[in-house]
Every structure is written in C-alpha cells, then in structure tokens.
C-alpha cells in the first residue's frame, strides 16, 4: 500500500466521519493537471511531458503521472493493436505508452505507482471494504473512489524520485476526454483537489482541437463547448493549449479567452511539430513558462538549453533500417522508433524507417536497406518471415539488430542454417526441437503473468566482446518483458558452431552476437529501447546505427 504523508489539517468526510488529513504536502510540491477535450489523440501526453521539460530545464524536480480511464488493471493484457505500445516500467509494471514519453522527455525512472487505472482503484477500495477499513459504511464514488484517487496520486507525487528527494511539481494527465462516462470519477476527483489546495500550488491545463476550416480560419467552437463541459463538472482551466495544424493567430487567441474566461496569455498555440520534441520549444515561445510561474507562484529562473541544443542537432548522414513488424501499426513500437531517432540524433545520421510485413515481404525489399531489426511481439504470425530475414541479414552482412522475440528469432535461425536441425523452434509455437523453452522453474507456475520477466534486471557481459564494448561495463541493467528463454540444454552445442551469448543473468541468455563477422550482428533478450532518452541514447541501438551509416557510406 502507498505511504501517504500526513501532514496537517485540510478536513475529509470519510464514511461520515472528518478526518484531518493534508495528503497534498507542505510548501512546495505544485501539481498541474491536465485534461483533454473534443477528441482523443490530440498529445495530451506530449503536451504533459513538454510541459515538464519547460519546467525541468529550469531546475524544478519533475514527477509525472498518467490516469488511464480503462478497467483493465494495466496495459499488461491488452491488444497492442488496439492500444499501442505496452511500456515497460523498471519495476515491472506495465503501462501506457505514455509514461515512455515522460520517462523520455524528463530523464526520470517511473514505477507502477505513476499508472493509475480505473481497475486498480476500484480494485483497492473493494479490498479496503472486504477487510472492513470503511467501518460498515456504505461505499461510494464520492468519498471512496475520489478519495482513492487522490491517495494515489499524492502517493505516486511523493514516492517519485530515485534519489530520495520530492518533486518540486507533480504532472497528472487524466486519460480520455471531457464527456467520457469513464472519466467522470476522475475529473471529480480534480474539482475536489482544486478546492483542497492552496491556490499557488496548483494549475489546470485544458487540451483542446482547433480545427482550420476550407478557409484557412481557426474554428473556436469546439473549445468553447468543451471548455463549458468541463465548467458543468466544476473545474475551470487555468490554461487551455490549442492543438491546430497551424499556429493560432492573436485574434483566435482572444476570442477563447473571451469565451472561455482564461487569461489571453494562458491560450496556448500548440501547432503539429516536425517532431515531438520541439514541442517543447513551441510551447516556450508561446510564453507558457511565464504563465507557469505567475499561476504556481514560482521563482523566476533561467531555462538551461542545452536539452533543446541536444534534440536540435542537425543530420549530415542517412541511413535506412528494415522493423520487420508482424503487427502493422507504428505506436506498437513507439521506444523502438525513439530509440533509433536518439542514436541517430547523437550520431548526426538521420534514420529513415521502413515498416516490413513480417508475412508479406520480398527479399528485395531488405537488400535495399542499411540494416534490418526485428522487434519483440508474442504468439506464431509471422514468425517464419522474422526468422528468414534474420537469415538474410547474417548471409549478407547487413548490420541487424534483435530485440527480444528477434533474439530468440536469431537463436532459432543459427540453430536450423548453421547447425541444420530443421525442427528447431521455441515451445511457445509448439516446435519439434524447443531451442526456446520455458525453464524449469518456471513449467509449474499456472498464472502467466507469473511466468513473465518483466522490469529491470541485471546483466553479466563478456570481457572483450561488442556488447561489452558498446556499453563499456560488465554490468549493466536493462528491462525485460517476455516469457521464454534459451534452453540450456543446447547452448553449448549453439556457441560450438559459432554463435556466442555474451550477455547472460544467472542461467537466463541475455545477448548473442557472432565473434569475427564483418558485420554488426546483435541481438538482446532484454528491451534497451525501454531506457533510451535524447541525452542518454541506449548503446546497442548506438552501435546499430552507426553500423547502418557506415554500411551505407560503404555502398555508396
């Protein structure tokens, strides 16, 4: 259970009874919530990690936490298809993808705790009930869920930061849109917080569409109405980001400002971006910072750019890189695409992606790239497509990178093209010969989640070896999201023939690649993308791009 921090006196009726109890803090800690109108999809979360950057790059400690509406209790279960990335938080837990965008935006490490769903709050308030916590009340939204709710965002906003210290300023995007049934016990939750704390330590920023008409004009109308939801609710924006293709000029500014009651320097133009990390930048010649300060009565400090100077640093080198996907939408691999934007920041080399159907592809296709990567994904489509590129990428020396399930892909191509046993495969899609296997302490576990290895875990690499020198460490923690693992019983046969594993946990293979290649040729069980940021870019992924760049050069 969350440890909330009791303070003093702001009164709460608890199943009738009033209780003292500040679980906002003393002094300091700001929170700024921020909500989404008129449709979904608008960058709430961008907007909520650039928000944070602003702040950042001021020397104000960030946290940052995500309210996902859903019932599922995380995104652990849930159709990448449908929902986009599943983002892997160090302590394992499992989460929208949007916490990778505060986690990439603001150099921080999140927990679980920063994830709240609908599930785990109504599922913490039914266990209270059972045990009797609620004295034989009769529960309810409000005081019980909105109140849960807040418990877990202070709690989260205390619990942040890695070095022990509190945050300065806690971010809470609320999920979903103004209007959504599903979101009403949170917004409730936010009109509560907002009487309960003291004027200067919080802020509501409202997300909103407006759209250009045939004409060229802004249309103000749907921010209207959704501004006037959200007043319905109680809550009144302090800030309301306008999302538009195009920049808002003053007059679209001042009539939201008229219509929607909020300071005219609070109407932020929040024009689509070339890239997502000068948002950022946008917002800071939008004034936001200022506007920030005045509302959080905050000191007035100086923004270090050199965050800015990072993610604006100019390309002199293109490179081309085949994601063999077997699900076909890009949000699935969304750490992935950053990833590689982040080594190729670093390394002035522009990273052009192709998105290859993993069932449908012509070798053609790959011999016109720079190199090839096959990401993780569960389940047996499209696995022979992975494991015939990987083939590929090996016989033709392009540089490949393997991520999970493409390293487990590149252990069982080895095993049936170098070695020759043909029936080689994993038992997760039932082969003959199970080069891939659950270990044996893992056969009588009967939960699945229970049998997953998921969040950071630490990492033994080989003296002399790429990977080592990637990292330059023999140590190294990386987070990990998948199930099966090289069966141990094949391994020495496997390296015999030439492919080594040169990162390994305990028993657990966490790395191979192929000694005296030409070619960079890697492959990780663990996910490096997961820990990738524009300052801080992962080092395999480093090493991948610098291969395709130099493999391009080569070419040409």
Request: hydrophobic share 35%.
């Given at each position: 259970?969350?440890?909330?921090?009791?303070?003093?006196?702001?009164?709460?009726?608890?199943?009738?009874h009033?209780?003292?109890?500040?679980?906002?803090?003393?002094?300091?800690?700001?929170?700024?919530?921020?909500?989404?109108?008129?449709?979904?999809?608008l960058?709430?979360?961008?907007?909520?990690?650039s928000?944070?950057?602003?702040?950042?790059?001021?020397?104000?400690?960030?946290?940052?936490?995500?309210?996902?509406?859903y019932?599922?209790?995380?995104?652990?279960?849930?159709n990448?298809?449908?929902?986009?990335?599943?983002?892997?938080?160090?302590?394992?837990?499992?989460?929208?993808?949007?916490?990778?965008?505060?986690?990439?935006?603001?150099?921080?490490?999140?927990?679980?705790?920063?994830?709240?769903?609908?599930?785990?709050?109504y599922?913490?308030?039914?266990?209270?009930?059972?045990?009797?916590?609620?004295?034989?009340?009769?529960?309810?939204?409000?005081?019980?869920?909105?109140?849960?709710?807040?418990?877990?965002?202070?709690?989260?906003?205390?619990?942040?930061?890695?070095?022990?210290?509190?945050?300065d300023?806690?971010?809470?995007?609320?999920?979903?849109?103004?209007?959504?049934?599903?979101?009403?016990?949170?917004?409730?939750?936010?009109?509560?917080?907002?009487?309960?704390?003291?004027?200067?330590?919080?802020?509501?920023?409202?997300?909103?569409?407006?759209?250009?008409?045939?004409?060229?004009?802004?249309?103000?109308?749907?921010?209207?109405?959704?501004?006037?939801?959200?007043?319905?609710?109680?809550?009144?924006?302090?800030?309301?980001?306008?999302?538009?293709?195009?920049?808002?000029?003053?007059?679209?500014?001042?009539?939201?400002?008229?219509?929607?009651?909020?300071?005219?320097?609070?109407?932020?133009?929040?024009?689509?971006?070339?890239?997502?990390?000068?948002?950022?930048?946008?917002?800071?010649?939008?004034?936001?910072?200022?506007?920030?300060?005045?509302?959080?009565?905050?000191?007035?400090?100086?923004?270090?750019?050199?965050?800015?100077?990072?993610?604006?640093?100019?390309?002199?080198?293109?490179?081309?890189?085949?994601?063999?996907?077997?699900?076909?939408?890009?949000?699935?691999?969304?750490?992935?695409?950053?990833?590689?934007?982040?080594?190729?920041?670093?390394?002035?080399?522009?990273?052009?992606?192709?998105?290859?159907?993993?069932?449908?592809?012509?070798?053609?296709?790959?011999a016109?790239?720079?190199?090839?990567?096959?990401?993780?994904g569960?389940?047996?489509?499209?696995?022979?497509?992975?494991?015939?590129?990987?083939?590929?990428?090996?016989?033709?020396?392009?540089?490949?990178?393997?991520?999970?399930?493409?390293?487990q892909?590149?252990?069982?191509?080895?095993?049936?093209?170098?070695?020759?046993?043909?029936?080689?495969g994993s038992?997760?899609?039932?082969?003959?010969?199970?080069?891939?296997?659950?270990l044996?302490?893992?056969?009588?576990?009967?939960?699945?989640?229970?049998?997953?290895?998921?969040?950071?875990?630490?990492?033994?690499?080989?003296?002399?070896t790429?990977?080592?020198?990637?990292?330059?460490?023999?140590?190294?923690t990386?987070?990990?999201?998948?199930?099966?693992?090289?069966?141990?019983?094949?391994?020495?046969?496997?390296?015999?023939?030439?492919?080594?594993?040169?990162?390994?946990s305990?028993?657990?293979?966490?790395?191979?690649?192929?000694?005296?290649?030409?070619?960079?040729?890697?492959?990780?069980q663990?996910?490096?993308?997961?820990?990738?940021?524009?300052?801080?870019?992962?080092p395999?992924?480093?090493?991948?791009?610098?291969a395709?760049?130099?493999?391009?050069?080569?070419?040409?």
């Open positions: 259970m969350i440890q909330i921090p009791v303070c003093s006196n702001y009164l709460w009726t608890y199943c009738g009033f209780v003292s109890a500040n679980i906002y803090g003393e002094g300091h800690l700001k929170y700024i919530i921020v909500t989404g109108g008129v449709m979904s999809g960058g709430k979360g961008i907007t909520t990690a928000i944070g950057r602003i702040l950042k790059n001021r020397g104000y400690r960030v946290t940052a936490v995500k309210i996902d509406p019932l599922n209790i995380d995104a652990g279960t849930m990448p298809a449908q929902h986009g990335e599943v983002f892997v938080l160090k302590d394992g837990g499992e989460a929208d993808l949007d916490l990778g965008n505060y986690e990439r935006f603001l150099d921080i490490s999140l927990t679980s705790d920063h994830n709240i769903t609908t599930g785990k709050v599922q913490t308030v039914i266990e209270k009930e059972r045990r009797g916590d609620y004295l034989g009340g009769t529960v309810q939204i409000i005081p019980h869920i909105t109140n849960q709710i807040k418990e877990f965002i202070t709690g989260a906003a205390f619990n942040s930061l890695e070095d022990g210290a509190t945050a300023v806690c971010l809470v995007e609320v999920g979903g849109t103004v209007g959504d049934i599903e979101s009403m016990p949170f917004l409730e939750a936010v009109r509560q917080m907002h009487g309960e704390i003291p004027k200067d330590d919080i802020a509501l920023v409202h997300v909103t569409l407006v759209p250009v008409d045939n004409m060229g004009d802004h249309k103000t109308k749907p921010t209207q109405h959704s501004v006037k939801m959200l007043r319905e609710l109680g809550i009144h924006p302090d800030i309301i980001v306008g999302r538009s293709d195009v920049v808002m000029g003053v007059g679209t500014k001042k009539k939201i400002s008229q219509f929607c009651d909020v300071s005219h320097r609070a109407v932020i133009s929040a024009a689509t971006a070339a890239d997502i990390y000068e948002v950022p930048m946008e917002m800071e010649k939008e004034g936001l910072a200022d506007v920030l300060r005045d509302l959080l009565a905050l000191e007035k400090r100086e923004a270090d750019n050199e965050w800015y100077r990072v993610v604006s640093r100019e390309y002199t080198n293109r490179a081309s890189v085949a994601i063999v996907s077997k699900y076909g939408i890009e949000d699935v691999y969304l750490s992935i695409k950053e990833a590689l934007r982040h080594a190729g920041r670093h390394l002035s080399t522009e990273v052009d992606i192709h998105w290859i159907d993993a069932e449908s592809y012509d070798e053609s296709e790959l016109e790239m720079d190199g090839i990567l096959i990401p993780g569960f389940g047996n489509r499209g696995i022979e497509g992975k494991i015939n590129a990987i083939r590929f990428a090996r016989e033709n020396n392009i540089p490949f990178l393997g991520l999970c399930l493409g390293f892909m590149a252990v069982i191509e080895f095993s049936r093209d170098v070695l020759g046993w043909e029936g080689a038992e997760e899609m039932g082969a003959e010969k199970n080069v891939i296997a659950i044996p302490e893992q056969e009588d576990v009967t939960d699945l989640g229970g049998t997953m290895r998921l969040g950071d875990c630490d990492v033994d690499l080989m003296p002399g790429m990977i080592e020198s990637l990292y330059g460490s023999r140590k190294i990386e987070r990990h999201r998948h199930r099966y693992e090289v069966n141990p019983e094949y391994i020495d046969e496997i390296e015999s023939a030439g492919l080594k594993f040169t990162g390994r305990g028993n657990r293979m966490e790395a191979c690649e192929l000694p005296g290649s030409d070619a960079f040729f890697l492959a990780t663990f996910h490096p993308e997961f820990r990738s940021t524009p300052t801080r870019p992962s395999p992924y480093l090493g991948f791009v610098d395709c760049k130099n493999y391009r050069m080569k070419e040409e």
